[in-house]
Nanobody
Framework: QVQLVESGGGLVQAGGSLRLSCAAS????????MGWFRQAPGKDREFVAA????????YYADSVKGRFTISRDNANDTMYLQMNSLKPEDTAVYYC????????????????WGQGTQVTVSS
């Protein structure tokens, strides 16, 4: 069973930065590809960023490209999302997820999800 725990959310002013963390249970990175999603109130959960199954490539939603960076610490099974130049429209609950499928943009491609961490960006 894979367990994912997000942390690092909070309240920040527009233009500020936050770094989210996702701690995974043992050997998750060896068996699964990882990604970040977010869900704003009244909206569907949407793709933010992800690693390829080999971990060699990264993918980003157009809305965060150039502002967010996904990274990982394989030794500690921890994934990060560095978020810079935050905007009020980035306000959402952010989730990390693990998948075996190649479909990194779809929520249906993911097998395990964390509980989420709230990010609020004030204007």
């Amino acid at each position: 069973q894979v367990q994912l725990v997000e942390s690092g959310g909070g309240l920040v002013q527009a233009g500020g930065s936050l770094r989210l963390s996702c701690a995974a249970s043992g050997r998750t990175f060896s068996n699964y590809a990882m990604g970040w999603f977010r869900q704003a109130p009244g909206k569907d959960r949407e793709f933010v960023a992800a690693f390829s199954r080999t971990g060699q490539s990264t993918y980003y939603a157009d809305s965060v490209k150039g502002r967010f960076t996904i990274s990982r610490d394989n030794a500690n099974d921890t994934m990060y999302l560095q978020m810079n130049s935050l905007k009020p429209e980035d306000t959402a609950v952010y989730y990390c997820a693990a998948r075996k499928s190649p479909y990194y943009r779809s929520t249906q491609g993911y097998d395990y999800w964390g509980q989420g961490t709230q990010v609020t960006v004030s204007s």
